[in-house]
């Protein structure tokens, strides 16, 4: 039966289109949600591992779970590019097949964000957002805190489960950064023989650094609950301790989504530490993190985390250039370099 559609505008054009955008607002965590449950059920891990396109009944199949529910998933995912329909070669059946974004959501990949999705969509991510306006009003209790009364090293050093969670989340990030420096500018790592990755989490990024600068002994510092949660790794050696009390000497530092989870004070005062570790002379310090307020596509995913640094860190911030060289200059440092990379990272060189 054919309908008859017809448009009506009893209403401005602009109030219409807002009336429509700010969907975007009052559901806006749909998107985040619906993934993480696709990348429970596998769905990303299952159609990576089928050759061809998958019919709704082999998918539900393999999920084991009914076709209804998991179409209306589907559906809402291809709108999102999450996935996309495919006919199945040689054929006229639809079948289901991963997109680029999908491929970054499967369990094992080398470029995987999935763990990343599932760190922030937990209950322990999620509670300090609701924190936010009191924060603000009186920029005492810090929403994490004020959701659970420690902040949040605190709270990973008595929850195993979650620190392994939070340790699996940034190393997705890791991954991304770490590739881009050693593909863009290896030179960082020439000529280092110990570098020490200050809050390196679990190693992740000292790993691939290794693997790919073979001549570089790789100190792994963290908390003593991280690293003692770390894998055991060839060339890369694990040491406990807090970069308030020492850093360990090394040729370099380096620095990963570390020094925006504090404030410019704490950080002035990390950096004091780094530059009694390294050598006077041919030592460096490399900061590889955001620099924002630099006018590229990529500024909304710095204010995104600039956000998280208030959910979940103690006053920790994303930083402009200039907020940066700030830090450098106040902690005695005479000058530095920076260079973009394609990812939203940066990398920085300071010196002595
Ligand atoms: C946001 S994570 C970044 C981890 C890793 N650098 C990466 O890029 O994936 C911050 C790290 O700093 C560590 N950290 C927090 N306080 C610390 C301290 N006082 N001394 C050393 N590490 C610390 C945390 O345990 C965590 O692993
Ligand atoms: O929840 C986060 C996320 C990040 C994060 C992820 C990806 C990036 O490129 C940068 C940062 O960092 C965090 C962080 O440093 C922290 O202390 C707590 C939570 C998060």
Redo the contacts with the bound molecule.
């Keep these: 039966m054919a309908a008859e559609i017809q448009e009506k505008r009893v209403i401005p054009k602009e109030v219409a289109n807002a009336q429509q955008e700010i969907w975007k607002f009052i559901l806006g965590f749909t998107p985040t949600a619906v993934v993480k449950c696709a990348i429970e059920l596998r769905i990303p891990d299952i159609l990576e591992n089928h050759e061809t396109p998958m019919t709704l009944a082999d998918l539900a199949s393999e999920i084991g779970c009914n076709q209804s529910s998991l179409y209306r998933i589907m559906r809402f995912l291809i709108h999102y590019k999450i996935f996309q329909e495919k006919l199945v070669s040689e054929t006229s059946v639809v079948g289901y097949a991963l997109t680029p974004l999908s491929r970054l959501l499967t369990r094992h990949g080398e470029n995987s964000m999935a763990d990343?999705v599932l760190?922030?969509s937990t209950p322990v991510?999620l509670a300090p957002w609701q924190k936010l306006s009191a924060w603000v009003l009186d920029n005492k209790q810090l929403p994490f805190d004020a959701a659970h009364g420690t902040d949040?090293w605190g709270f990973t050093a008595g929850n195993p489960e979650h620190s392994k969670i939070?340790d699996a989340?940034?190393a997705?990030?890791a991954r991304?950064?770490v590739a881009a420096v050693i593909e863009v500018c290896p030179e960082v790592f020439e000529g280092l023989k110990t570098m020490v990755d200050v809050g390196g989490g679990d190693g992740t990024a000292l790993r691939l650094i290794v693997e790919a600068c073979p001549w570089i002994h790789g100190i792994n510092f963290d908390l003593p609950h991280v690293v003692a949660a770390a894998p055991a790794t060839r060339g890369v050696e694990h040491v406990g301790g807090s970069m308030f009390d020492y850093v360990p000497k090394a040729d370099a530092t380096y620095f990963m989504?570390?020094l925006?989870?504090w404030t410019d004070e704490d950080c002035i005062e990390i950096l004091k530490k780094c530059r009694e570790a390294i050598p006077q002379d041919t030592g460096k310090v490399i900061i590889v993190?955001?620099v924002i307020g630099q006018k590229e596509d990529h500024e909304y995913?710095g204010l995104m985390?600039d956000m998280?640094?208030i959910?979940?860190?103690t006053n920790?911030k994303e930083r402009t250039l200039k907020e940066w060289s700030y830090l450098f200059h106040e902690a005695g440092f005479t000058r530095y370099t920076i260079k973009r990379l394609q990812?939203?990272?940066s990398v920085m060189e300071v010196y002595p």
């Design positions: 990343l760190l922030e991510m949040l939070f989340g940034m997705c990030d991304v950064g989504k570390v925006h989870d993190d955001n995913v985390i998280v640094m959910a979940h860190t920790g990812t939203y990272h």
